[in-house]
């Protein structure tokens, strides 16, 4: 599919009331992005929206799309599902932990299909993966022991650290496992690990100020709608402060963090594509298996470790898929 062809669907999805949604036929899908709009997101839903129109679902012929952006207040996020709801879809699509998190309370009959959840059962949305049940089922993310993983993708990068903080939400059910996962694995790396619980921009600069007080210390921040959102404000921290970080999605690196390792996120929204197909052509959530992340990727970003003063060992560049230098 062209660029510009992407281009106006997407712009199509994200403009309420054009005339293609009055259009008669027309299947609706409302998507909850529980994420800020950026061109990695927009990204993304283009993805989506290009293999539904491989399926044959074109946006102004026989498919009306509308999508949601979160802007860092809760509120504004159960304002935004209620809306959608009342707005009687098909499918609804959604993305972070936090949108449906919020979404399914309220959803009733409505099909959902998720992207980008940690740990689906552990959390509470679904029975089982095989058989999640209801009328819920997706793509997951990240379970609980990737915590420990990327503690020590952070240690292998810098292995003169001996401090740990993780940045998480400490309410979300995935979080505290991953975070145990922290634990268990820290004292074998030789690191003190902290926990820091953040809610807003201000609390991940406080956390992080007080953490830096100290020498030898990096970051972990585990994958969150609030992360996500704050990415810009914690990558500045880290770099004024010369910590090394890990992430979980590669965009985040681009934009000026150490090191991500995490999913191929083109390869979970063309699936949550081909799901919204196989429900719109009469398949049920519950017997579409929720799917698990095959391919992971590990990116490194040379210029942020000169800023900071970091080499990293080469037997570690050499396992990287990418390096922004």
């Not at 980008?116 to 029975?127: K, L, R």
């Not at 095989?130 to 997951?140: D, E, K, L, M, S």
């Not at 929720?290 to 210029?303: A, C, E, H, I, S």
């Not at 800023?307 to 390096?323: S, V």
Request: hydrophobic share 45%; glycine share 10%.
């Amino acid at each position: 599919m062209r660029r510009r062809d992407f281009l106006g669907l997407v712009s199509g999805a994200m403009v309420a009331g054009s005339s293609a949604r009055a259009q008669q036929g027309s299947r609706r899908v409302e998507v909850l992005m529980g994420a800020a709009e950026t061109s990695s997101s927009r990204h993304w839903i283009a993805t989506f929206l290009g293999r539904l129109d491989e399926l044959g679902w074109r946006e102004g012929h026989n498919l009306v799309v509308q999508v949601q952006w979160w802007n860092d207040r809760p509120e504004q996020m159960r304002t935004r599902a209620a809306e959608l709801i009342a707005r009687s879809p098909d499918v609804a699509v959604t993305y972070t932990n936090l949108a449906l998190e919020v979404l399914k309370p309220i959803a009733g009959n409505v099909p959902i299909v998720f992207c980008g959840v940690g740990d689906p059962v552990g959390s509470g949305f679904v029975a089982s993966l095989a058989r999640p049940g209801g009328n819920i089922t997706g793509f997951a993310s990240y379970e609980p022991s990737m915590g420990g993983k990327w503690l020590g993708v952070l240690k292998e990068a810098a292995p003169n650290i001996t401090r740990a903080l993780a940045i998480m939400h400490p309410e979300t059910p995935v979080h505290q496992g991953m975070w145990r996962s922290i634990e268990q694995i820290a004292p074998r790396l030789g690191i003190e690990a902290a926990l820091g619980g953040v809610h807003n921009a201000a609390e991940i600069e406080r956390v992080i100020e007080l953490f830096a007080q100290k020498p030898d210390g990096g970051l972990i921040v585990l994958p969150h709608a609030l992360t996500v959102f704050n990415a810009s404000v914690i990558i500045g921290l880290a770099r004024r402060y010369r910590m090394p970080d890990v992430y979980a999605i590669a965009e985040t690196v681009a934009a000026g963090g150490l090191v991500s390792y995490g999913i191929n996120w083109d390869d979970q929204f063309r699936g949550v594509g081909e799901y919204v197909d196989r429900i719109l052509k009469g398949a049920r959530p519950s017997d579409l298996a929720v799917q698990n992340p095959t391919r992971f990727k590990l990116v490194v970003n040379l210029k942020a470790a000169k800023t900071i003063g970091l080499t990293i060992p080469e037997t570690f560049l050499l396992r990287a898929d990418a390096l922004i230098e």
